[in-house]
């Protein structure tokens, strides 16, 4: 079941702690990206949480990104 949810936190936080393979390597977790490399009118598109899970659009690049819902409300 898909619940629709609103977030406290920043959209370019959100961004920067992206852990998909995109963003950061799945072997030793450094970031392959710069904060100052992504777009400066980053958004969160779209949110929704499933089992523990959120779920998050970023526009305007439309960049998928999965968070720990326990995580995100620590
Ligand atoms: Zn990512």
Same mark, same amino acid.
């Given at each position: 079941m898909e619940?629709?949810?609103t977030l406290d936190a920043?959209?370019?936080w959100l961004r920067d702690n992206c852990s998909c393979p *995109?963003?950061? +390597?799945? @072997?030793n @977790?450094?970031?392959?990206?710069?904060? @100052?490399d992504l777009a *400066? =009118? %980053? /958004? %969160?598109d779209h949110v +929704? *949480? =499933?089992d523990g899970v959120v779920h998050i659009r970023f526009g305007p690049d439309g +960049?998928? /990104?999965v968070f720990d819902s326990d995580w995100l409300n620590s």
């Open positions: 619940v629709a949810m920043p959209a370019i *995109e963003c950061r +390597h799945p @072997g @977790g450094q970031k392959l990206f710069n904060i @100052g *400066e =009118d %980053v /958004s %969160v +929704h *949480e =499933d +960049h998928a /990104s």
